[in-house]
């Protein structure tokens, strides 16, 4: 096997004997056979939008399909053979509509086999594995363009169950899909196709947030409890506020409690979730510590999407996953054209202990999204103009298990008083539950929600530059970003499109960007890798005031 696609990948170039997630050789051929089944779907779907002939359920499934092979998403390889299946399926019944047989060898007529065994050994050779006498700059922006599609089809895969889908961005994706096996593209190509990525992706965040707003309202700041109330629960992780909104219906008045995990906790701003006092409070951190967290839960636990790791102790017997999330033997919650059914999930969690009695925790606020904050616009220019508020610092992204992360822990902690720090998405757990008080009544720590709420961090930078008269990059705002999987690779490319200079990137830059094209993200975007905290905020903030 061969995989690089994510931050903890092995010894910080690729995982070649089993993925430090947990993932097999075996899912590993599993996934890059349905990614290459999925550009041959992606091959007859170009051509039937040339003649008109636009098939949702074709688009919503290379999403679907897609999102299974992001990091810590899928690991049932039976649930890999029935999505390879399925994409031949589409693909066979796309080309029976076009009524055309002249399709290229390669994926377009690719057919799968009857068996694990068969799939694996057809899966050979159709990863991303370094070949012998290839340019690695275009294959690292190859790896760059797909990666980031698979982030972006994550967020496309939330719009749509929330009802918001954009034509244009389904035909970017099987046209770039495509466009990997397309020899005559060039390095600048790629270049071009990663921005473009980028723009599509801003695209699918803006479907989800109109999707999350229209559907549970804009969020309000609200103050979240860290401890949990005595008596039987549930756990909902991952990322899908419609799934959360589904439970929190069907276990209301059933003497339950929900706690939110991980993503899961910028789901108390928003109204339409808040409403339910069953929504008991935030139990635990991010994703790399569920071996802990999740067998001292004393309830049900349901994960809607990334990231899973492998049960740890009685979890296995309380595990339920949905959506593209999948675990061999675990439950799994399907969508069946209406609601889910997650009557399982609460079952069980009736048949559990519960906690035995109430702890206090204290509370943590989120729910400062683009609303909120530019509700307070007025006041928050103000304080820039004063110069009460020095600086703004975005220490943003995914968190994870390799060490170096305690550098996002520092920079929060050492930044100076005149400082306000947003915050969105796993990372946020280094430093979520610190006090750094208010500027004049702004709090200096400002959860702006989960990794697709970039949309609406990138929404309040726009709207205070239009407010100074300047750009963004001319702001007293500085992006400190942390990365681990995919939809962080979309929201990079975000970034980037937008003309975002002089991030700062790490715990450690991605193993599948080769020094040239690194090359070109410094040249053009000033992206630079993390040093120390110290070193960092001198750079950002110049020397400290006397006063602190
Ligand atoms: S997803 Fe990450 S850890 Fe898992 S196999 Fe790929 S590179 Fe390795």
Known sequence: M???????????TGCTVQGVCGKDETLAALQDLLTYALKGLAQVATRAREQGVIDHAVDRFTCRALFSTLTNVDFDPDRFVTLIDRAVELRDGLKARLGETDWPDGPARFEPAGDIDGLVA???????APLEGEDADVRSLQQTVVYGLRGVAAYLDHAAILGQEDDLVYGFIHQTLAGTLDPSLTLEDWVSLALKTGEMNLRAMELLDAGHTGRFGHPEPTAVPLGHKGGQAILVSGHDLEDLSQLLAQSAGKGLNVYTH???????????????????GHYGTAWQNQGTEFPAFPGAILMTTNCIRKPKGDVAQKL??????????????????GPKDFTPVIQKALGLPGFAEDEDRGRVMTGFARQAVLGVADKVIEAVKSGAIRHFLLVAGCDGA??????????????????????????KFRFFDKNLGDIGGIPRLLDV??????????????????????????????????????????ILLTLLHLGIKDIRLGPSLPAFITPNVLQVLVDNFNIMPITTPEDDLAAILGPAKTDQ
């Open 2 to 12: 061969f995989c690089n696609q994510c931050e903890q990948t092995a010894k910080g």
């Open 122 to 128: 057809r899966a050979a050779g159709k990863g991303f």
């Open 262 to 280: 991980g993503e899961m906790l910028p789901a108390h701003g928003y109204p339409e979730l808040k409403k339910y006092d069953h929504l008991a």
């Open 402 to 427: 390799k060490p170096g992360r305690n550098y996002y822990t520092e920079i929060v902690e050492k930044a100076q008083a005149d400082t306000v720090i947003l915050t969105l998405a796993c990372g």
């Open 449 to 490: 929600g989960q990794c697709n709420d970039a949309y609406s961090a990138i929404r309040i930078a726009g709207a205070l530059a239009e407010a100074f008269g300047v750009g963004v990059n001319d702001l007293p705002l500085s992006m400190v970003l942390s990365w681990y999987e995919q939809k962080a690779v979309a």
């Open 320 to 337: 339920f996953t949905t959506g593209e999330a999948g675990w061999p033997g675990a439950p799994h919650i399907r969508a069946n054209g």
